[in-house]
């Protein structure tokens, strides 16, 4: 199997990262969500579960007996030592099974969904980083319509996060994710056929 140039694609909450990723499936691209398997791997029958549960109580536990991320959330969103506990259970484990899934794709790229990508200092793990940009106003306008959450709470997730400044710092490619849908559609379709030609593969 011939190796696959990897680009992680990055940008704040409320971004459009999804929209993008679902855009370079349609032209054939595999991808790879971390939010989807931080969910997978937070299931009852996952060790990560009992881990999370040891370390922050049954009280995260719905009615069902599942973990209620809505809850966790708001613990770690409100409290930095919650939430470096919380990245230290999550972050090898989703970082070891992007990997083993990289490892199963036979394609000249693969784009890998990290929304915190620099916050967790990854970026020497991928080839190229890709940046869904937008201004934060937009962001938070985005980002609340399609959670129905509160600005006040939307903000505090963005000072989390890492600045716009430093995602532009650290991105090797940019999509300006507040444009026309056709430009968008084009820019898409130009980085689809540039990660070919730079894969060597096409």
């Known amino acids: 199997m011939s190796v696959t140039l990897r680009i992680a694609l990055t940008g704040g909450i409320g971004s459009g990262k999804s929209t993008i990723a679902s855009k370079f499936q349609a032209c054939g691209a595999p991808v790879i969500d971390s939010d989807v398997i931080s969910r997978d791997i937070v299931k009852p029958d996952n060790p990560c ?37 919380l990245e230290g259970i999550l972050h090898p484990v989703i970082y070891q099974e992007i990997n083993n899934r990289i490892a199963t794709i036979d394609y000249p790229y693969c784009l890998i969904v990290i929304p ?19 201004p934060e106003s937009v962001q938070i306008k985005r980002a609340a319509e399609r959670d129905n959450t509160s600005h006040e709470i939307i903000e505090n997730i963005i000072k989390t996060q890492a ?40």
Request: charged fraction near 35%; aromatic fraction near 6%.
């Open 49 to 85: 579960f009992k881990t999370i549960i040891n370390e922050f109580g049954t009280d995260l536990l719905t009615n069902d007996g599942v973990l209620n991320r809505c809850k966790l959330r708001d613990i770690i969103f409100n409290d930095a030592d919650s939430r470096k506990k």
């Open 116 to 134: 915190l990508l620099i916050e967790t200092q990854a970026t020497n793990q991928f080839d190229r980083i890709l940046l869904v940009d937008i």
């Open 163 to 202: 600045s716009r400044n430093l995602r532009l710092k650290y991105a090797d490619d940019i999509i300006d994710n507040n444009v026309k849908i056709e430009d968008l559609n084009n820019t898409v379709r130009n980085l689809h056929d540039k990660y070919l030609r730079l894969s060597g593969r096409k």
